[in-house]
């Protein structure tokens, strides 16, 4: 079985043996599945065990007082769910199952353990964080500066770089047992706009949403119609073309500009290295 933790991670360094097989330690430890709906986590829990996705589809979800939500994340495997209470305590929104899904709880202690052994494993961990984060950012750009076709687009083509990223993606198709009220309440639309704009990209042929899986029939048109920016998730290795790591979602998302004049200056000494 491969670690979605691990391909998640080495987007941002290269791991070495060492950090490989700790990181395969934490599939050691109990897991538990989750019934869609089921809540994870709830607001005000001080949690013992750091929850890692390693099947299945959960949110971030905040509920208030007169009932209203916000879905504020997709959770998929690799995603850590609750890192921050090593400094908040307790948990100040929801995670929830939004399909079945299949969490291994790691005892916190391990993981203080984990990041005081490798320098390089705390970075990565860093950067996992950093990227939740960013994530978050964008949906605010979502709300305030994109229209329902461009959020929806948005929505689709991240979550199809995030699916490649840990593998779990077939002929550009991923699983997304998602309903029009939750893609409403996580894109601040209502469901009958969601279903308007739904009907529009298939209609496009931009997206096919069939049995809770969603394919995209052709990536670069949808990125095109969403006016998707790769930057925010900080795929450092695919962006440098670093390694086989590169190679899951290098179609998706571009090149660093450094990384092309690099390539630019090795195909040059290349060619006069040839020539002589």
Known sequence: MSNPLTMKLEQ?????????????????????????????????????????????????????????????AFLIPGDLC??????????????????????????????????????????????????????????IVDHGARDARERLAHLFYEMLVRYRVVGATTDNSYPFPVTQELLADGLGLTSVHVNRVLQELRAEDLIEFEN???????????????????????????????GKVAERAADLVPMQRQAVVQRAVRRVKDRFSSQD
């Not at 097989?21 to 065990?49: H, S």
């Not at 995209?216 to 795929?235: C, S, T, V």
């Open 82 to 139: 609750d890192v921050e209470v090593f400094v908040l305590q307790a948990m100040d929104h929801d995670i929830v199952a939004v399909a079945e899904t299949t969490c291994v709880l790691i005892p916190a202690d391990t993981m203080v353990e984990l990041l005081t052994e490798s320098s390089n494993l705390t970075w990565a961990m860093w950067w996992g964080t950093m990227v939740d984060s960013a994530i978050l950012r964008e949906w």
């Open 212 to 242: 809770k899986v969603v394919t995209i029939p052709d990536p670069a048109r949808l990125k095109k119609a969403a006016k998707f920016e790769a930057d925010y998730l900080h795929l450092v290795r695919t962006e440098a073309r670093d």
């Open 12 to 72: 941002f360094t290269r791991l070495d043996t060492a950090e490989r097989n700790r990181l395969d330690q934490l599939l050691n430890f109990p897991t538990e599945t989750y019934a869609p709906r089921k809540v994870i986590i709830e607001r005000g829990d001080k949690v013992q065990n750091i929850h890692l996705v390693l099947s299945g589809l959960a949110m971030r979800r905040k509920e208030l007082r007169d009932g209203s939500r916000q879905v504020m």
